[in-house]
C-alpha cells in the first residue's frame, strides 16, 4: 500500500508557521539566540534556539489547560492542528475514528515540569505537588492530546529514541498504514528543553558548543565545529494511504516512500565511527525508495549536528551508503540554523525535506566558511541552491546508538 503526506506543521526557531520557517530557512537566517538571563552565567553553554512569539490560544488551548502542560505538549498540539488543518482531514466525516491514529514522540517529555516539581517537593514538601504533575510531563501524552483533540481512536503510539525519535515515528507510522493498521496518522516529534538542567547536563558530558556568538555556534561539517545547540519546537505531518487520499480528494504534498532503522551497538553517546551502521539505516530506506543514481536527484537532509564525531562519522555513512552517489548528492544541515531540536529534530528536518522537494530548492548550511577535509561531500555552503530534485532523505542518529532515515518522492 502507497503512503503519501497531506498535511504538515511546526513549531520552530525560526518560525512558527511551514511557510515562515521555510522562508527563513531558504534566506539562511538563523534562530539561535544568546543566553541572556544572569541566572544562567554559570552554565557551559551561552546560546540556544528558543521559539519565538509562541501563542497556544492561537491553537485552541485555553488557559487552564496551558497551565497544566509542559512546553512539548503544548508545541506537538500546535504543530498537529496546523497538519490536520491543511489535510482536512476530519475524524467520523473522512476518516473512520478507529482507523486514525496517532504516532508522536519526544526524546526527553517535560524535563522543565519535573524540575519545578521537584524544586517544590525540596522546598515546600509534598503536599505541594501538582496533582497535574504525571499528566503533564509523562513521554506519551504529547500523543494522548493529539488524539483526544481529533478524536483519532486507531493505534496511538509514542516513542523515545533520544534524537532519532521523530524519524522513527515517522517511519513507523509509515509502516502502520502501509500493512493496513490505519488510513491516517498524525505523526512527528516535540521538544521543549531549553532550561538550565538541559543546558548544564549537556554542557558537563562536553556535548554543547562554548561559541558565545550565535551565528558561529552551530557549525556542521565546519573544521571550527565543537559542539551542537540546544533548541526546542516540534513538526507534524499527517500520513495517508495513497487510495484514501485520492477517494476524499486531499492534496498530496509527498509520498512517503522508504525507512530504514539500524543501532550502533558501539556506544552510548558516541556514533559508530566508520559509519557502517549509519549507513545501513541509509541504504535500506533508499532501497526501498528504489532510488536510482542514473535517474534520480538526491537531497539529504542530514544529521548534521556540528559535534566532532557526529560530522565525520555520518559522512563516512553516506559514502558506504551512496557510493560513487555521495559526491552527487545535495546535502545540508539545518541544524545549522535551527539548532539541535533532539526528540523534534527528525520531524521537523522530514518536513523541511519535503519543502525542498517541492519547490527544488535545498536549504543551505549556514556558517561553512571552512569545511572539514574529512567531511568532503556537497554540504550545500551558505545559500540555497536550486535543483531538480525528485527524492529527499533525511537521517537521524539519537543517543544510544539509534538510526534512522526516511525518504520522500515527490
Given at each position: 500500500?502507497?503512503?503519501?503526506?497531506?498535511?504538515?506543521?511546526?513549531?520552530?526557531?525560526?518560525?512558527?508557521?511551514?511557510e515562515?520557517?521555510?522562508?527563513?530557512?531558504?534566506?539562511?537566517?538563523?534562530?539561535?539566540?544568546?543566553?541572556?538571563?544572569?541566572?544562567?552565567?554559570?552554565?557551559?553553554?551561552?546560546?540556544?534556539?528558543?521559539?519565538?512569539?509562541?501563542?497556544?490560544?492561537?491553537?485552541?488551548?485555553?488557559?487552564?489547560?496551558?497551565?497544566?502542560?509542559?512546553?512539548f505538549?503544548?508545541?506537538a498540539?500546535?504543530?498537529?492542528?496546523q497538519?490536520?488543518?491543511?489535510?482536512?482531514?476530519?475524524?467520523?466525516d473522512?476518516?473512520?475514528?478507529?482507523?486514525?491514529?496517532?504516532y508522536?514522540?519526544?526524546?526527553?517529555?517535560?524535563?522543565?515540569?519535573?524540575?519545578?516539581?521537584?524544586?517544590?517537593?525540596?522546598k515546600?514538601?509534598?503536599?505541594?505537588?501538582?496533582p497535574?504533575?504525571?499528566?503533564?510531563?509523562i513521554?506519551n501524552?504529547?500523543?494522548?492530546?493529539?488524539?483526544?483533540?481529533?478524536?483519532?481512536?486507531?493505534?496511538?503510539?509514542?516513542?523515545?529514541?533520544?534524537?532519532?525519535?521523530?524519524?522513527?515515528?515517522?517511519?513507523?507510522?509509515?509502516?502502520?498504514?502501509?500493512h493496513?493498521?490505519?488510513?491516517?496518522?498524525?505523526t512527528?516529534?516535540t521538544?521543549?528543553?531549553?532550561?538550565?538542567?538541559?543546558?548544564?547536563?549537556?554542557?558537563?558530558?562536553?556535548?554543547?558548543?562554548?561559541?558565545?556568538?550565535?551565528?558561529?555556534?552551530?557549525?556542521?561539517?565546519?573544521?571550527?565545529?565543537?559542539?551542537f545547540?540546544?533548541s526546542?519546537?516540534?513538526?507534524?505531518?499527517?500520513?495517508?494511504?495513497?487510495?484514501?487520499?485520492v477517494?476524499?480528494?486531499?492534496?498530496?504534498?509527498a509520498?512517503?516512500c522508504?525507512?530504514?532503522?539500524?543501532?550502533?551497538?558501539?556506544?552510548?553517546?558516541?556514533?559508530?565511527?566508520d559509519?557502517?551502521?549509519?549507513?545501513?539505516?541509509?541504504?535500506?530506506?533508499?532501497?526501498?525508495?528504489?532510488?536510482?543514481?542514473?535517474?534520480?536527484?538526491?537531497?539529504?537532509?542530514?544529521?548534521?549536528?556540528?559535534?566532532?564525531?557526529?560530522?565525520?562519522?555520518?559522512?563516512?555513512?553516506?559514502?558506504?551508503?551512496?557510493?560513487?552517489?555521495?559526491?552527487?548528492?545535495?546535502?545540508?544541515?539545518?541544524?545549522?540554523?535551527?539548532?539541535?531540536?533532539?526528540?523534534?529534530?527528525?520531524?521537523?528536518e522530514?518536513?523541511?525535506?519535503?519543502l525542498a522537494l517541492?519547490?527544488?530548492i535545498?536549504?543551505?548550511?549556514?556558517?561553512?566558511?571552512?569545511?572539514?577535509?574529512?567531511?568532503?561531500?556537497?554540504?550545500?555552503?551558505?545559500k540555497?541552491?536550486?535543483a531538480?530534485?525528485?527524492?529527499?532523505?533525511?537521517d537521524?542518529?539519537?543517543?544510544?546508538?539509534?538510526?534512522?532515515?526516511?525518504?520522500?518522492?515527490?
Open positions: 500500500m502507497r503512503v503519501v503526506v497531506t498535511g504538515i506543521g511546526v513549531v520552530s526557531p525560526v518560525g512558527n508557521d511551514i515562515t520557517m521555510w522562508k527563513n530557512l531558504r534566506k539562511g537566517v538563523c534562530g539561535i539566540t544568546k543566553v541572556e538571563d544572569p541566572l544562567y552565567d554559570q552554565l557551559p553553554s551561552k546560546v540556544w534556539g528558543r521559539v519565538k512569539d509562541f501563542n497556544a490560544s492561537e491553537y485552541g488551548m485555553d488557559p487552564g489547560f496551558v497551565r497544566k502542560q509542559d512546553k505538549v503544548l508545541y498540539i500546535a504543530a498537529a492542528k497538519a490536520v488543518d491543511q489535510s482536512g482531514i476530519v475524524s467520523g473522512n476518516v473512520a475514528p478507529d482507523r486514525f491514529g496517532v508522536y514522540g519526544t526524546g526527553i517529555g517535560g524535563f522543565e515540569t519535573i524540575c519545578k516539581e521537584a524544586v517544590k517537593m525540596e515546600d514538601g509534598p503536599k505541594w505537588i501538582s497535574h504533575f504525571v499528566t503533564g510531563m513521554p501524552i504529547a500523543a494522548g492530546n493529539i488524539a483526544l483533540r481529533n478524536n483519532a481512536q486507531g493505534p496511538c503510539f509514542s516513542g523515545g529514541t533520544a534524537c532519532a525519535t521523530g524519524t522513527h515515528m515517522i517511519g513507523e507510522a509509515y509502516r502502520a498504514i502501509k493496513g493498521y490505519a488510513d491516517v496518522i498524525i512527528g516529534g521538544e521543549a528543553p531549553c532550561i538550565p538542567m538541559t543546558l548544564a547536563a549537556f554542557g558537563n558530558m562536553k556535548a554543547l558548543t562554548k561559541s558565545t556568538d550565535p551565528s558561529r555556534a552551530s557549525l556542521p561539517f565546519n573544521a571550527g565545529r565543537d559542539g545547540v540546544l526546542e519546537g516540534a513538526g507534524a505531518l499527517v500520513l495517508e494511504s495513497y487510495e484514501h487520499a477517494k476524499r480528494g486531499a492534496t498530496i504534498l509520498e512517503v522508504g525507512y530504514g532503522s539500524t543501532c550502533d551497538a558501539y556506544h552510548i553517546t558516541a556514533p559508530r565511527p559509519g557502517t551502521t549509519q549507513a545501513g539505516a541509509i541504504r535500506s530506506a533508499l532501497k526501498e525508495a528504489r532510488f536510482c543514481g542514473r535517474r534520480d536527484v538526491l537531497y539529504v537532509n542530514a544529521h548534521g549536528t556540528g559535534t566532532p564525531l557526529n560530522d565525520k562519522s555520518e559522512t563516512l555513512a553516506f559514502h558506504l551508503a551512496l557510493g560513487r552517489n555521495a559526491q552527487k548528492a545535495l546535502i545540508s544541515s539545518t541544524k545549522s540554523m535551527l539548532g539541535h531540536m533532539l526528540g523534534a529534530a527528525g520531524a521537523v522530514a518536513i523541511i525535506s519535503i517541492r519547490d527544488g535545498v536549504p543551505p548550511t549556514i556558517g561553512l566558511d571552512k569545511v572539514d577535509p574529512e567531511c568532503d561531500l556537497n554540504y550545500t555552503p551558505n540555497a541552491v536550486k531538480p530534485l525528485t527524492i529527499a532523505a533525511s537521524s542518529l539519537g543517543f544510544g546508538g539509534h538510526n534512522s532515515c526516511i525518504v520522500f518522492r515527490k
